[in-house]
C-alpha cells in the first residue's frame, strides 16, 4: 500500500554534489525506517544508507561516510540523500526502500521505488 518515487538522479563530475529525493505515498510515512540502496552493472545491490522514523538513529555504508547525508522530511513525506565528494565508483541505480521497525531489524524492505540513475563522470 506504499508507492515510492526516486528523482534528482543524472550525470554530475567527479568531485560534485547531488540530491536525491523519495516522496512516499499511500501508508504512514512517518512509522516507517526508509533507505537508499544502490545497484551498479553487473554487481549486487548494496546498502547506502538508512534512517529511522524519529530521525534518532541513521546508518551508513563505510565508503559513503563523510560523503553522503540521509535525512528526512516527515511534515512532506519524503527522504533525502545528499551526495557529495561523488566518485566515479558512485555511479549506480539508486533506490527508495521503506520499512516497519521489524521489518528493519529482520534486515528486510517492505517496499521499493522503481530507481533513479546516477552517473559520476571523470
Known amino acids: 500500500q506504499v508507492q515510492l518515487v526516486e528523482s534528482g538522479g543524472g550525470l554530475v563530475q567527479a568531485g560534485g554534489s547531488l540530491r536525491l529525493s523519495c516522496a512516499a505515498s499511500?501508508?504512514?510515512?512517518?512509522?516507517?525506517?526508509m533507505g537508499w540502496f544502490r545497484q551498479a552493472p553487473g554487481k549486487e545491490r548494496e546498502f547506502v544508507a538508512g534512517?529511522?522514523?524519529?530521525?534518532?538513529?541513521?546508518y551508513y555504508q563505510d565508503s559513503v561516510k563523510g560523503r553522503f547525508a540521509i535525512s528526512r522530511d516527515n511534515a512532506k513525506n519524503t527522504v533525502y540523500l545528499q551526495m557529495n565528494s561523488l566518485k566515479p565508483l558512485d555511479t549506480a541505480v539508486y533506490y527508495c526502500?521503506?520499512?516497519?521497525?521489524?521489518?528493519?531489524?529482520?534486515?528486510?524492505?517492505?517496499?521499493w521505488g522503481k530507481g533513479t540513475l546516477v552517473t559520476v563522470s571523470s
Open positions: 534512517i529511522s522514523w524519529n530521525v534518532r538513529n541513521t
Open positions: 499511500g501508508g504512514t510515512f512517518s512509522s516507517y525506517y
Open positions: 526502500a521503506a520499512a516497519s521497525p521489524t521489518s528493519w531489524y529482520k534486515s528486510e524492505m517492505d517496499y
